[in-house]
Nanobody, 127 residues
Framework: QEQLVESGGGLVQAGGSLRLSCAAS????????MGWFRQAPGKEREFVAT?????????DYADSVKGRFTISRDNAKNTIYLQMNSLQPEDTAVYYC???????????????????WGQGTQVTVSS
Protein backbone atom coordinates (compact mmCIF):
# COMPACT_ATOMS: atom_id res chain seq x y z
CA GLN A 1 0.00 0.00 0.00
CA GLU A 2 1.41 3.33 -1.06
CA GLN A 3 2.03 5.60 1.85
CA LEU A 4 3.63 8.97 2.55
CA VAL A 5 4.31 9.83 6.16
CA GLU A 6 5.34 13.33 7.20
CA SER A 7 7.00 14.28 10.45
CA GLY A 8 8.84 17.18 12.00
CA GLY A 9 6.16 19.82 12.36
CA GLY A 10 5.71 21.86 15.51
CA LEU A 11 5.63 25.27 17.12
CA VAL A 12 8.52 27.67 16.59
CA GLN A 13 9.13 31.36 17.12
CA ALA A 14 9.58 33.72 14.21
CA GLY A 15 13.11 33.51 12.88
CA GLY A 16 13.45 29.90 13.95
CA SER A 17 13.94 26.71 11.96
CA LEU A 18 12.25 23.36 11.48
CA ARG A 19 13.00 20.35 9.33
CA LEU A 20 10.20 18.29 7.89
CA SER A 21 10.60 14.72 6.66
CA CYS A 22 8.45 12.63 4.36
CA ALA A 23 9.03 8.91 3.95
CA ALA A 24 7.54 7.02 1.01
CA SER A 25 6.74 3.31 1.17
CA UNK A 26 4.83 0.67 -0.73
CA UNK A 27 5.14 2.20 -4.18
CA UNK A 28 5.07 -0.36 -7.00
CA UNK A 29 5.56 2.30 -9.66
CA UNK A 30 8.57 4.58 -9.74
CA UNK A 31 8.30 7.99 -8.14
CA UNK A 32 9.60 10.69 -10.44
CA UNK A 33 9.26 13.65 -8.10
CA MET A 34 8.14 14.56 -4.63
CA GLY A 35 6.95 17.88 -3.43
CA TRP A 36 5.84 19.91 -0.46
CA PHE A 37 2.64 21.91 -0.35
CA ARG A 38 1.00 23.84 2.46
CA GLN A 39 -2.48 24.96 3.36
CA ALA A 40 -3.29 27.70 5.83
CA PRO A 41 -6.78 28.07 7.35
CA GLY A 42 -9.20 29.54 4.84
CA LYS A 43 -6.69 29.38 2.00
CA GLU A 44 -6.08 27.08 -0.91
CA ARG A 45 -3.30 24.53 -0.89
CA GLU A 46 -0.18 26.12 -2.34
CA PHE A 47 3.06 24.86 -3.80
CA VAL A 48 6.17 25.14 -1.64
CA ALA A 49 8.95 23.08 -3.23
CA THR A 50 9.61 20.02 -5.34
CA UNK A 51 12.52 17.77 -6.21
CA UNK A 52 12.92 15.25 -9.01
CA UNK A 53 13.88 11.71 -8.11
CA UNK A 54 16.31 11.17 -10.96
CA UNK A 55 20.06 11.73 -11.07
CA UNK A 56 19.55 15.42 -11.89
CA UNK A 57 17.76 16.14 -8.61
CA UNK A 58 16.09 19.20 -10.12
CA UNK A 59 14.51 21.46 -7.52
CA ASP A 60 11.98 24.24 -7.72
CA TYR A 61 10.65 26.62 -5.07
CA ALA A 62 7.80 29.01 -4.60
CA ASP A 63 9.02 32.60 -4.60
CA SER A 64 7.74 33.05 -1.05
CA VAL A 65 10.18 30.48 0.34
CA LYS A 66 13.13 30.80 -2.03
CA GLY A 67 16.32 31.43 -0.08
CA ARG A 68 14.77 30.29 3.21
CA PHE A 69 13.64 26.72 2.54
CA THR A 70 15.70 23.87 1.10
CA ILE A 71 14.29 20.62 -0.23
CA SER A 72 16.53 17.56 -0.32
CA ARG A 73 16.23 13.81 -0.69
CA ASP A 74 17.71 10.55 0.47
CA ASN A 75 17.02 8.01 -2.27
CA ALA A 76 18.18 5.10 -0.16
CA LYS A 77 15.59 5.93 2.47
CA ASN A 78 12.89 7.03 -0.01
CA THR A 79 12.66 10.20 2.03
CA ILE A 80 12.56 13.88 1.28
CA TYR A 81 13.23 16.73 3.66
CA LEU A 82 12.26 20.36 3.87
CA GLN A 83 14.67 22.50 5.86
CA MET A 84 12.84 25.67 6.81
CA ASN A 85 14.87 28.61 8.09
CA SER A 86 13.91 32.17 8.99
CA LEU A 87 10.34 31.08 9.57
CA GLN A 88 7.68 33.75 9.67
CA PRO A 89 4.09 33.71 10.99
CA GLU A 90 2.83 33.61 7.40
CA ASP A 91 4.51 30.21 7.04
CA THR A 92 1.99 28.79 9.50
CA ALA A 93 0.07 26.01 7.75
CA VAL A 94 -0.42 22.29 7.47
CA TYR A 95 2.41 20.99 5.31
CA TYR A 96 1.78 18.06 2.99
CA CYS A 97 4.16 15.99 0.96
CA UNK A 98 3.11 14.48 -2.34
CA UNK A 99 4.47 12.02 -4.89
CA UNK A 100 4.28 12.20 -8.68
CA UNK A 101 4.62 8.90 -10.60
CA UNK A 102 4.67 10.66 -13.98
CA UNK A 103 7.87 11.79 -15.60
CA UNK A 104 7.91 15.58 -15.92
CA UNK A 105 10.73 18.03 -16.37
CA UNK A 106 10.76 20.33 -14.63
CA UNK A 107 8.98 18.63 -11.74
CA UNK A 108 5.37 19.66 -11.19
CA UNK A 109 4.27 22.74 -9.25
CA UNK A 110 0.53 22.05 -9.38
CA UNK A 111 -1.22 19.95 -6.75
CA UNK A 112 -3.44 18.18 -9.31
CA UNK A 113 -0.35 16.72 -10.97
CA UNK A 114 0.57 14.73 -7.87
CA UNK A 115 -0.85 11.25 -7.39
CA UNK A 116 -0.66 10.61 -3.67
CA TRP A 117 -0.48 12.66 -0.52
CA GLY A 118 0.57 12.38 3.08
CA GLN A 119 -1.66 13.19 6.02
CA GLY A 120 0.02 16.53 6.71
CA THR A 121 1.99 17.98 9.59
CA GLN A 122 1.20 21.24 11.36
CA VAL A 123 3.75 24.03 11.39
CA THR A 124 2.96 27.01 13.61
CA VAL A 125 5.18 30.08 13.74
CA SER A 126 4.54 32.51 16.57
CA SER A 127 5.39 36.20 16.32
Amino acid sequence: QEQLVESGGGLVQAGGSLRLSCAASGYTLSIYAMGWFRQAPGKEREFVATISWGSDGTTDYADSVKGRFTISRDNAKNTIYLQMNSLQPEDTAVYYCAADINFRRPPARWAYEYDSWGQGTQVTVSS
